[in-house]
């Protein structure tokens, strides 16, 4: 599956394949997480859209409250398999015979940050203040969708193997699970038959919980798109080896993934256990830069992925070159 886009705001150009593990690594403000958002608008319209999948796209519809703006009118987006395409902005309408979009995603989640923990009593009060009032106060939409799935439950939940053993993985690795208590809408942490609030589990240990949870409730199976934006922050770098152990396992499982990233550590562990697991083959590497007229773009290193870290590197150079010049002196 390929995604063109030209035009989206601050990102030129990108062509990206999504078709099992894919990486955008680059520096901060290059464009990275636009092309999870602009998946996570497309594939929502789509899923809101099925009753009559001809329908045409509603540009800002989902749009607005995922970029908080409406889509720039040089906007092209074009997503397609083998069998045409499935989505396009402007929108062309269906290609005819083209399969339609929710026959390849049944959702997508993205997951910023392990914060979405730490806002649950915020969640819920608007929801009780929405359900209780005229008025509707708007939780940015990534956010209120992870938390929706975070407390609900998918159709897909009694047979979904996938989650079943990615979830028994991340318990192993957290050693602990996180439980929703029976006597309120909010989860703890159960360790070694402690019950620990959340306010004191360590944000690590959250990161991992997300995924969990959505595991347990069904959320991530073989017709998921899980987008994980940086999600080295909050980790040890022996924990990073662990979350690109469990991104591989869902990828191996036939999830896609899309992973955000700026660090070595997670970029190259990833590689390491894609050709691990021999799944290499469904692994796409790309760099967010910077273009001669300072426009973000995305480009394909693949295969020659030192460009990715020859770019990251560059702060180590800094610091190399600092330690020379303290030594001169």
Not at 159 to 185: A, D, M, W
Not at 214 to 234: A, M, Q, R, T
């Amino acid at each position: 599956m390929l995604l063109k886009i030209r035009n989206l705001y601050d990102l030129k150009e990108a062509d990206v394949k999504l078709d099992g593990l894919t990486l955008i690594a680059g520096e901060n403000s290059t464009g990275k997480s636009s092309v999870g958002k602009l998946m996570f608008a497309i594939i929502n319209e789509a899923e809101e859209n099925k009753a009559n999948p001809y329908s045409k796209y509603h540009r800002n519809h989902i749009a607005y409250p995922v970029f908080g703006q409406a889509l720039p009118d040089n906007l092209f987006v074009e997503l397609s398999n083998s069998n045409g395409i499935l989505r396009s902005i402007p929108n062309k309408g269906y290609v005819p015979g083209a399969a339609r979009l929710h026959d390849y995603f049944d959702d997508i989640s993205i997951i910023e940050t392990p914060m979405v923990w730490n806002l649950f009593d915020l969640f819920r009060e608007i929801s009780d203040l929405q359900t209780s009032s005229k008025y509707e106060l708007n939780i940015p939409r990534i956010f209120a969708d992870l938390y929706s799935k975070i407390m609900l439950s998918s159709s897909n939940k009694s047979s979904n193997t996938i989650g079943q053993k990615v979830g028994q993985q991340i318990e192993e690795i957290i050693v602990g699970e996180f439980v929703k208590k029976s006597s309120e809408p909010r989860y703890e942490f159960i360790s070694n038959n402690i019950h620990i609030p959340l306010e004191s589990v360590a944000s690590g240990i959250k990161n991992f919980g997300i995924l969990q949870v959505l595991c347990k409730n069904g959320w991530i199976n073989e017709k998921s798109f899980i987008v994980l934006d940086e999600p080295e922050v909050h980790l040890h770098p022996e924990w990073i080896l662990k979350m690109a152990e469990v991104i591989v396992a869902m990828v191996k499982a036939g999830v896609r993934v899309l992973v955000n990233s700026h660090s070595p550590y997670m970029i190259e562990a990833l590689i390491m256990y894609s050709r691990q697991e021999k799944i290499d083959d469904r692994c796409k590497y790309y760099l967010a830069k910077k273009d001669t007229d300072r426009k973000n773009i995305i480009v394909d290193a693949t295969h020659d992925l030192d460009w990715i870290f020859e770019t990251l590197a560059k702060p180590f150079r800094r610091l190399d070159q600092m330690r020379l010049d303290m030594v001169d002196d």
